[in-house]
């Protein structure tokens, strides 16, 4: 166990979810990310500057947070209240003087323990549904001393475990993770370099070379099972050149490997996490995607070369 490094940043714990691998699941979000896609739908994640998020809904106007904010980044406006994130240093004097916690910090430090103990509780969801434990973000990786202690913990208590990543790590990072995962979630977006850096800021070639040198390598056989997922994103990867791209890649590099291919269909969901910290997003009013669409799209997933079994689509609104 990793001692030196007991805690972690973490944005978000989400439990009962049925999107992030088999069964019913607890998943650990991650504060920091390695990508920044310019569709992100946990945009608290990318930035890992400690801040406060107001929750409109919670408000009931007492402007008690306003009185004890030194540093004078909470403001008034017609719409409401906001958050300077550059004056905002995530003192947390705000959510502390809120009576409905409509002011809450952006991430909390957890550490292990109490970690642990919370996603322990649904213990009997896990068994009854083959579900488990998540662990995504963000992204992990970038907190692996603390992710691999957590995920190594949660297999010593006997809770399945699953890594969400997107691949832009060190390939000695993500083996030393995936030696305490289950499964393995792995983000594909784009297979045009070009298209890949203008939408995420970085390149194909770490997340492309972490795939093959792990399950496609001469120890392939003792990596965890995989699950891909590709995010369907209107304009960008939601097109049947971009989907059948992907597809050839993994059924010429990775072919058995590969368990199941998920395509996640584009949702505006986030949109209002976009207007508590102030950001705009490329995305603001974009409508979600239908199930002529989505079928489409699964269609030329399924004539790419892979297994037409391993296509499944996931996401609010799916049909199963």
Same mark, same amino acid.
């Not at 406006?77 to 209240?81: D, F, M, Q």
């Given at each position: 166990m990793h001692e030196h490094r007991q805690q972690a940043r973490i944005f978000s714990v989400q439990r009962m979810s049925t999107e992030d691998g088999p069964g019913i699941r607890t998943t650990v979000?991650?504060?920091g990310c390695s990508l920044a896609c310019d569709w992100c739908h946990n945009p608290e994640s990318i930035d890992r500057q400690p801040r406060a998020i107001w929750h409109g809904w919670k408000c009931m106007a007492c402007d008690s947070c306003l009185a004890v904010?030194?540093?004078?980044a909470i403001e008034r406006?017609?719409?409401?209240?906001r958050v300077d994130a550059q004056r905002c240093a995530g003192c947390g004097a705000c959510s502390d003087a809120c009576p409905t916690t409509a002011m809450e910090p952006k991430a909390l430090v957890r550490d292990l323990e109490s970690l642990l103990a919370e996603v322990a509780r649904d213990r009997a969801y896990y068994d009854r549904s083959g579900g488990?434990?998540?662990v995504s973000g963000g992204e992990p990786t970038l907190q692996a001393p603390f992710v691999q202690a957590f995920l190594e913990a949660c &297999?010593?208590?006997g809770l399945h475990t699953t890594l969400d990543t997107c691949g832009q790590c060190g390939t000695e990072v993500l083996r030393s993770l995936i030696s305490h995962a289950d499964l393995v979630l792995y983000d594909l977006k784009l297979m045009d370099e070009d298209s890949h850096r203008q939408h995420t800021g970085h390149g194909l070639a770490r997340i492309l070379g972490n795939l093959e040198a792990i399950w496609a390598g001469d120890d392939a056989g003792s990596a965890p099972p995989l699950w891909i997922r590709t995010p369907l994103i209107p304009g960008v990867t939601a097109t049947p050149a971009g989907v059948q791209a992907i597809g050839r890649f993994l059924a010429e590099r990775l072919g058995d490997r590969v368990q199941r291919w998920e395509l996640c269909a584009f949702n505006n969901l986030c949109q209002d996490k976009y207007q508590r910290l102030g950001l705009d997003w490329a995305? &603001?009013?974009q409508a979600s995607m239908g199930?002529?669409?989505l079928e489409v799209l699964a269609q030329a997933a399924r004539a790419s070369g892979v297994e037409p079994s391993l296509v499944?689509?996931?996401g609010p609104g799916v049909q199963s």
């Open positions: 979000f991650f504060e904010c030194k540093r004078g406006h017609e719409e409401g209240l488990g434990v998540t &297999q010593a208590a995305y &603001q009013g199930m002529p669409e499944h689509m996931s």
